[in-house]
């Protein structure tokens, strides 16, 4: 997705480095040290050149660090040299990535994508690594008993891929049949992103009562959460909470969870959560789009939501009141009357309409339908009938029909 004209969308080395930084404290690691290198363009052996190998040895040497973890994807030629360079195990920034999810899966269904994601992330780069095992034939001839110990186990991982999609192809099947019930009684879902770290889930328990986990660190929703809430309008939706998105995000992680974010795919309306005081928020905004590209979900009716107001100054919320979004501090509950509003706006499927109904007063089961699902903004009594001035969803004022006396 194109960077709006005239904002610059990429991050600086500094918040680069910092963000990674968050990325390593949420999968349990403690930072011993931080070397950044500036090249013109990647070392094809080893993404950073020999010397920034030496000194990274070095470092890792004296701090007795036990990984070395890249911001970088790193290809399989290069993991296997970095590995053969350095005193401790090597990570990139996918199996980073890939390691806090599954420290955060939760659902049957949650680790069985992770699983997956990992497992076809790791296939490719075990081309190389057979000098390390048992060789127990090679050359013509040799192979069925004889094969490499290399190509067992990719054999085998592929035989569990293979499984793990069959799996997931059953939990997408039984998340169909649920949503098809619920389509049966149509309620529109609504669904937060964001990325991660914005505040969706603290938000998202603001907005319903629930106690979905809130945590400062990355990622800490994997598994979707539906609740039911009622807008200022009486309609009733179903709000998602989803999986936050990152920069560079994997695209193995995309493929794999999107039995999750078909939450995303199918929900009429989107909020997009970000996070009012971070300092490159269009650069987050980008890779969000980026990703709801990936999902064919772009062109679904977004409200843009901008999250913790409460950490800015007040000269700070002015700018940012002037650009039409909704501003709400999921922390103090400011806001979320607004953006209350705001969804029920964006609802267009079934739109808010206001009529004059005349109700018999022993109609009681059509008075109380008025009561549960419209707004009432004036009731006077006739004799034995009741006049209402109401504003409701179109399909319920369509079901009154026979009560109405003309659209407002």
């Known amino acids: 997705m194109p960077a709006e004209p005239g904002i610059s969308t990429a991050l600086n080395a ?34 950073i050149g020999a010397g920034k190998v030496d000194e990274i040895a070095g470092v890792a040497a004296s701090t007795h660090a036990d990984l070395v973890l890249f911001d970088h994807d790193l290809s399989p030629t290069q993991l296997r040299n970095l590995e053969a360079a350095l005193p401790c195990r090597v990570l990139d920034r996918t199996q980073l990535i890939l390691d806090i999810f599954a420290r955060h899966a939760r659902t049957r269904e949650g680790q069985l994508q992770v699983e997956l994601a990992q497992l076809e992330y790791m296939l490719p780069r075990l081309t190389g690594r057979g000098k390390a095992m048992s060789q127990l034939g090679g050359g013509i001839g040799t192979r069925g008993p004889g094969e490499t110990q290399l190509e067992t186990d990719r054999r085998r991982i592929q035989r569990r891929i293979d499984q793990l999609k069959l799996d997931l192809e059953a939990v997408r099947r039984v998340r169909r049949q649920q949503r098809q019930r619920r389509e049966a009684v149509p309620v529109p879902t609504v669904a937060l992103v964001g990325y991660t770290n914005a505040g969706k889930s603290t938000l998202f328990n603001r907005l319903t009562g629930a106690q979905v986990l809130q945590s400062s660190r990355m990622f800490a929703t994997l598994d979707p959460k539906l609740r039911a809430i009622e807008l200022p309008s009486r309609r009733k939706i179903l709000l998602s909470d989803t999986v936050g998105f990152i920069r560079n995000l994997p695209h193995t992680l995309v493929t ?12 009429e309306v989107l909020l997009h959560v970000r996070d009012a005081s971070s300092t490159y928020g269009e650069e987050q905004k ?63 499927s079934d739109p808010l309409i206001k009529a004059e109904l005349r109700v018999p007063q022993h109609e009681g089961g059509v008075l109380a339908t008025i009561e549960a699902g419209m707004v009432i903004h004036s009731r006077n009594y006739e004799g034995n009938l009741v006049h209402l001035s109401v504003t409701g969803p179109a399909s319920l004022v369509g079901r009154l029909n026979a009560f109405r006396l003309r659209s407002a």
Do not use: C, M, W, Y
């Open 14 to 47: 500094e918040e680069s480095l910092a963000e990674f930084r968050e990325l390593v404290i949420s999968a349990g690691g403690e930072v011993a040290a931080e070397l950044l290198q500036r090249r013109s363009r990647p070392d094809p052996a080893t993404l």
């Open 256 to 267: 794999s969870f999107r039995a999750t974010l078909e939450e995303v795919q199918q929900a």
């Open 286 to 348: 980008v890779q969000v789009e980026r990703v709801l590209g990936e999902l064919d979900a772009l062109k679904k009716n977004r409200v843009e939501v901008l999250n913790k107001i409460d950490l800015l100054e007040p000269h700070e919320r002015e700018g940012l009141a002037s650009r039409g979004e909704i501003l709400v501090s999921a922390q103090t509950g400011e806001g979320t009357e607004a953006l209350l509003a705001a969804i029920d706006a964006a609802l267009l």
